[in-house]
């Protein structure tokens, strides 16, 4: 049984740093690629970031860019979303979830077969 389990969330204020983990169980990292994805209040779940096919790349969503970095622990099959420089619109349940790693769409979420809870991340101004 797949699971993904991320933990990490809290409130911070805007400028701060939160780290995500998402622990998968019962799937290889050498089989699939991990994405990051969050849903605000009232909003669609949308892309943050991902991992490449093959892991030799990372992507994200402008938004992000240069403030959040995605990582993987293949040793620990636990993958990472370092954010900085936090800010109020970052405010938002964040999912982590897994695809196979032939797929090229990174940020397509009917790509994705796997996911987690959710964490929430609040941000206060």
């Known amino acids: 049984q797949v699971q993904l389990v991320e933990s990490g969330g809290g409130s911070v204020q805007a400028g701060g740093s939160l780290r995500l983990s998402c622990a998968a169980s019962?799937?290889?990292?050498?089989?699939?690629?991990l994405g990051w994805f969050r849903q605000a209040p009232g909003k669609e779940r949308v892309f943050v970031a991902a991992?490449?096919?093959?892991?030799?790349?990372?992507f994200y969503t402008d938004s992000v860019k240069g403030r959040f970095t995605i990582s993987i622990d293949n040793a620990k099959n636990t993958a990472y979303l370092q954010m900085n420089s936090l800010k109020p619109e970052d405010t938002a349940v964040y999912y982590c979830?897994?695809?196979?790693?032939?797929?090229?769409?990174?940020?397509?979420?009917?790509?994705?077969?796997?996911w987690g809870q959710g964490t929430q991340v609040t941000v206060s101004s």
């Open positions: 019962g799937l290889s990292f050498s089989s699939y690629a």
């Open positions: 991992e490449g096919w093959g892991g030799g790349s990372t």
């Open positions: 979830a897994a695809r196979p790693h032939y797929t090229a769409s990174y940020y397509r979420e009917y790509d994705y077969n796997y």
